[in-house]
């Protein structure tokens, strides 16, 4: 078993332990495996470990590591920041789209959303605990949001997405992670058929699937520690 395989069985592992404390079937929750900065051959590993949700942040690396991998059948989320100028990339090449926190993105992904693809699954991004310069819609602001999204064509509206601000204390990431959960709870009840909360990250996934995440973005345990190179 390769290093990559390895590290999955273990993140896999601990999924399962989660999901048992939290009196929860492992089968309700999604592992998006966060490629970033990683190549196709990582990719591949992965794949050959049972693999197939990738999650991906730089659009234009994820689209040539795309280009590199036409033999395998893979599901591709963008779960990075999502620019005016790159909404075609991310329209043409992606399966999901986990940051749309705008209406004006939205309406961009769903025109150029290709015919012959199936409509582009979509989750809105909430600021849940309030940071500043953090990305995604206010919690107030959802609800409204999500409406004009469900209302696009092209575009099929699955829930919500979180980055919160990192925290060390169990106690602080569960109360985080339930907010959201809240949220989303708040929406389903209002009518919206959300059934994705995507939140939870290596570091929080415990934290996160007892607070009731459908899918966890996980990168550091499994391909490891990264390098960034100047962009």
Not at 68 to 75: E, F, I, K, W
Not at 97 to 118: C, F, M, N, W, Y
Not at 177 to 201: V, Y
Request: hydrophobic residues 45%.
């Amino acid at each position: 078993m390769t290093t990559i395989g390895a590290n999955l069985q273990s993140v896999r592992t601990l999924i399962t332990t989660a999901c048992e404390a939290a009196g929860r079937s492992v089968e309700d929750v999604t592992l998006l495996a966060v490629s970033k900065t990683f190549g196709p051959e990582a990719v591949r590993e992965a794949h050959a470990a049972g693999q197939t949700a990738f999650g991906e942040n730089y659009i234009q690396e994820a689209v040539e590591k795309m280009a590199l991998l036409p033999d395998l059948r893979l599901t591709w989320h963008c779960i990075g920041p999502i620019q005016s100028n790159k909404t075609r990339l991310v329209a043409a090449h992606f399966d999901w789209a986990h940051t749309v926190d705008r209406l004006k993105i939205a309406q961009r992904l769903s025109e150029q959303r290709p015919e012959g693809r199936a409509p582009l699954q979509v989750c809105i991004q909430v600021n849940i605990d309030g940071g500043p310069t953090k990305a995604g819609v206010a919690p107030a602001d959802a609800l409204a949001l999500a409406r004009e999204v469900q209302a696009l064509p092209r575009l099929q509206l699955r829930g919500l997405m979180t980055i919160p601000d990192p925290v060390t204390d169990p106690a602080a990431q569960r109360a985080v992670h339930d907010k959201a959960r809240a949220l989303f709870d708040r929406l389903r009840a209002e009518g919206l058929p959300l059934d994705t909360l995507s939140m939870g990250m290596t570091a929080d996934l415990q934290a996160a699937i007892e607070a009731g995440s459908t899918l966890v973005r996980v990168g550091t345990a499994i391909f490891g520690g990264r390098h960034y190179a100047p962009r």
